[in-house]
Structure formats: structure tokens, C-alpha cells
């Protein structure tokens, strides 16, 4: 087998509207960031491509619930549907893949 079956990973790749960069990171790191934590999310790495106005992290779940159950509920929270700004209002696009983990050469998982 080629790939890890193990956790899902989303690789979410945005560009961020001219001007918002730093208003997009206080939200993500104040509101996004702990409230995924939360809902049993973990963020394996961000990324800032501050000239390109790129921001890209991966995240995964602990595998409590499904996926996509964890991401309704973190997408339903009371506080998350109060954050102000809305965080994803400072983003001009955006690319959600869902990834999993190839092997290398050695027969691991790839980190």
C-alpha cells in the first residue's frame, strides 16, 4: 500500500484579500485555531507566503467521529458563529483537499 489509511488530513490552501493579512492571522490564531482544537482538531502546520498573500495549513482529527461529523459540529458552535469578524470574510479564495499520507522510499509514512 502506497498511502497511510490512517487520519484524515485537509490541506487548505487561501489567498487573502490585499490589506486583511494581519486581520486574517488574529482571527485564525484567536477564534479559528482554539475552537478546532476544541472539536478535536489539531493544526499540523501554517504556512505564510506573506508577499503572495498565500496562507496554507493542514489539520487533521483525533478520529473520535467521523471527519466531516467534527467539522459540522466545530462549523455549528455557538462560538464559532460568533466570531466577529468572520474570519474567512478576509479571504479572497480558497482550496480544501483532502490528503492522506504516502509512504517513502524507507516504507514510513511521510510527516
Do not use: K, N
Request: hydrophobic share 40%; proline share 8%.
Amino acid at each position: 500500500m502506497d498511502f497511510d489509511p490512517g487520519p484524515v488530513f485537509e490541506l487548505r490552501d487561501y489567498e487573502v484579500l490585499p490589506g486583511h493579512l494581519d486581520d486574517w492571522l488574529a482571527g485564525w490564531r484567536a477564534g479559528v485555531v482554539p475552537l478546532r482544537e476544541q472539536c478535536g482538531f489539531e493544526v499540523v502546520g501554517a504556512w505564510l507566503d506573506r508577499p503572495g498573500l498565500r496562507f496554507v495549513w493542514v489539520l487533521t482529527h483525533d478520529g473520535t467521529e467521523p471527519f466531516d461529523a467534527a467539522e459540522e459540529r466545530y462549523h455549528s458552535l455557538p462560538q464559532r458563529r460568533a466570531l466577529s469578524p468572520e474570519p474567512s470574510s478576509f479571504l479572497a479564495s480558497g482550496r480544501i483537499s483532502r490528503v492522506a499520507r504516502i509512504r517513502t522510499a524507507s516504507g514510513d509514512a511521510s510527516a
